[in-house]
C-alpha cells in the first residue's frame, strides 16, 4: 500500500500560468515533507521542503501547502515556465526515522510555451 | 565539486551474472542511500548507511548486497542478477536532516 500519493501521473499547463501538483499521504507519523525535480536521465533534485508545524513554505515560484487534517500537501509553481517541465516527486519522512524517506510515483509536468 | 557520482552509466547484464554499482560524494555526507526506481513506482530504498561503518535494510533490499567503504564511497552488489532488478538505480547522500543530493542514476537492464 503506497504511503504517498501522486494521483494525477501527468498534468500540462501554459507557459505563464500556475501549476499545482497533489500529493496525499496515509501515514500520520510523516513530520516533513519534500518535493524534488527530476529531468530525464538526471537525478532529482531538491526543491522546496515543508515542516509538519507549517502550513505553507514559500521559495520564490514554488509554494508548497500542506493540509495535515486532509494529509493532503500540494505544489504550486507560478508563473510556471517551460524549464519546469519535469517529473515532480513528493517524499514524506519522520524526524525520528529520518533516513527511510517515502517517495510519490511522481507527476509529469509539461509546461507549453 | 563533482557532487555524487555514479558508475557505471548503463549496463546490460545475464541473468545469473553480478555487479557491482559504484557511488562516490564528495561533500564529507555522513549519509548515503541507494534506491531504485521503477515506472509508476517512485524511488524505493534498497539500503542506507547512516555513518561509515553502518548499513541498513530499506524498504526493497532482497537480492542486494552494500559496502559502505569510507566516507566517501557506498557501493551496491547484485550477487546474482534477476530480471526483477531491471531498473534505474540511484545513489544519493545527506548531511543531518537536510535534503539529499541525488546521483545521475544507472540504467540497468537483466536479460
Known amino acids: 500500500d503506497q504511503q504517498v500519493k501522486q494521483n494525477s501521473p501527468s498534468l500540462s499547463v501554459q507557459e505563464g500560468r500556475i501549476s499545482i501538483l497533489n500529493c496525499d499521504y496515509t501515514?500520520?507519523?510523516?513530520?516533513?515533507f519534500l518535493w524534488y525535480k527530476k529531468y530525464p536521465a538526471e537525478g532529482p533534485t531538491f526543491l522546496i521542503s515543508i515542516s509538519s508545524i507549517k502550513d505553507k513554505n514559500e521559495d520564490g515560484r514554488f509554494t508548497v501547502f500542506l493540509n495535515k487534517s486532509a494529509k493532503h500537501l500540494s505544489l504550486h509553481i507560478v508563473p510556471s515556465q517551460p524549464g519546469d517541465s519535469a517529473v515532480y516527486f513528493c517524499?514524506?519522512?519522520?524526524?525520528?526515522?529520518?533516513?527511510?524517506?517515502?517517495f510519490g510515483p511522481g507527476t509529469s509536468l509539461s509546461v507549453i510555451p | 565539486n563533482a557532487g555524487v557520482t555514479q558508475t557505471p552509466k548503463f549496463q546490460v547484464l545475464k541473468t545469473g551474472q553480478s555487479m557491482t554499482l559504484q557511488c562516490a560524494q564528495d561533500?564529507?555526507?555522513?549519509?548515503m542511500y541507494w534506491y531504485r526506481q521503477d515506472p509508476g513506482m517512485g524511488l524505493r530504498l534498497i539500503y542506507y548507511?547512516?555513518?561509515?561503518?553502518?548499513?541498513d535494510k530499506g524498504e526493497v533490499p532482497n537480492g542486494y548486497n552494500v559496502s559502505r567503504l569510507n566516507k566517501r564511497e557506498f557501493s551496491l552488489r547484485l550477487e546474482s542478477a534477476a530480471p526483477s532488478q531491471t531498473s534505474v538505480y540511484f545513489c544519493?547522500?545527506?548531511?543531518?536532516?537536510?535534503?539529499?543530493?541525488f546521483g545521475p542514476g544507472t540504467r540497468l537492464t537483466v536479460l
Open positions: 501515514n500520520s507519523m510523516f513530520d516533513y
Open positions: 517524499a514524506a519522512g519522520t524526524k525520528t526515522s529520518y533516513d527511510k524517506v517515502i
Open positions: 561533500m564529507n555526507h555522513n549519509s
Open positions: 548507511s547512516a555513518s561509515e561503518g553502518t548499513t
Open positions: 544519493a547522500s545527506r548531511l543531518g536532516y537536510n535534503e539529499q543530493f
